[in-house]
């Protein structure tokens, strides 16, 4: 007999959320198994919309959860300027039979598998004594990436956070100041200010240019490139994609290589999948004199995992449909 479909929107999905700490196993495991071939994940389908906005559909199966899904997403650059969410998508689940078994809003689980896996590959590409973090952009990857690292324990003391917009990247520091009162939040009004001194950087922006260069980051840093998706958009500059001692980690090769502009357009080689790191079938160790980056392009399987662990908690707490 078949469930009944589970549907929800937003706000219904926030009740079965799993927290940070719950996620970040799976989501190592998945990245495990994506690198190992164990997933079936094609690549991503991108139709274009007008003012470099684009609509993504990305399907993966998951054999070790017996469960397989699509997450349709929306990237509306211009949608900062309306106060709307950049990333609007939703995410259906089916069972190996082919039958849906939920359909429910997705910009939550895109938040917090985007986030989860930055924090896994800090994990181990960074200077396990960092303790100054900077994020560059100010919309919703940049709080769930906060609240990612404070929550899996980082040794993080001091945050500094830059936007284009300053009443926004103002607007975040005092949000996180109440949240966090144990973490220092500064605002910088530049790039450069923000970053010159950390030991992670986050950028989390939807440019199309540039922010990043050699000459803002200090040796030793870790790099998580989460914006500049397509392969028209840049978030780092030329100098830092061509640094001799620069290690590029991807969460898929086939994914960097066809989509992300920062790869694409400077030819940078990708050392290897984080999935491999994982997995111990390449090894990366924190140098004090190179720069790490991981390119977190966006997996599906890593939102059918984490949409898969809302399904289950559903039904834990609605037994009987």
């Known amino acids: 007999m078949a469930r009944q479909v589970v549907r929800m929107n937003q706000a219904q999905v926030a009740n079965y959320l799993p927290t940070y700490e719950q996620l970040f196993e799976p989501i190592k495991q998945v990245m495990k198994d994506f690198s190992a071939g164990e997933i079936d994940q094609p690549p991503r389908t991108r139709l274009g919309l007008p003012g470099n906005a684009a609509f993504l559909t990305m399907p993966a199966y998951i054999p070790s959860r017996d469960v397989l899904g699509v997450k349709n997403v929306s990237s509306i650059p211009q949608n900062a300027d309306r106060n709307l969410p950049t990333h609007i998508s939703t995410i259906q689940l089916f069972n190996t039979y082919g039958q849906l078994l939920c359909d429910i809003e997705g910009d939550d689980i895109t938040g917090m598998r985007t986030a989860v896996a930055s924090v896994v590959a800090t994990r181990y590409l960074a200077n396990p004594s960092s303790t100054t973090l900077a994020v560059v952009g100010a919309g919703v990857q940049a709080v769930t990436h906060i609240d990612a690292m404070l929550a899996t324990q980082l040794p993080l003391r001091l945050i500094n956070i830059c936007n284009r917009t300053e009443e926004r990247a103002r607007k975040l520091v005092d949000y996180m100041k109440g949240k966090y009162p144990n973490c220092e939040f500064r605002y910088q009004p530049t790039v450069r200010e923000a970053v010159e001194n950390a030991d992670i950087i986050c950028t989390v922006t939807s440019s199309r240019e540039p922010v990043l260069s050699l000459a803002d980051v200090k040796p030793g840093v870790h ?38 502009g920062d790869v694409v357009q400077t030819g940078a080689k990708v050392y290897c999948e984080l999935g491999e790191l994982v997995g111990g079938d390449k090894t990366l160790s924190w140098d004090a004199d190179n720069i790490t980056l991981f390119k977190n392009n966006g997996l599906a399987c890593l939102d059918v995992v984490t949409t898969h662990m809302v399904y289950l908690k559903y039904l834990k707490q609605n037994p009987g449909l």
């Open 223 to 260: 790099l998580n490139v989460v914006g500049a998706a397509g392969s028209k958009e840049r978030e780092v500059a030329d100098d830092l994609m061509k640094f001799e001692r620069l290690k590029i980690v991807a969460d898929s090769y086939k994914g960097v290589y066809a989509e992300a």
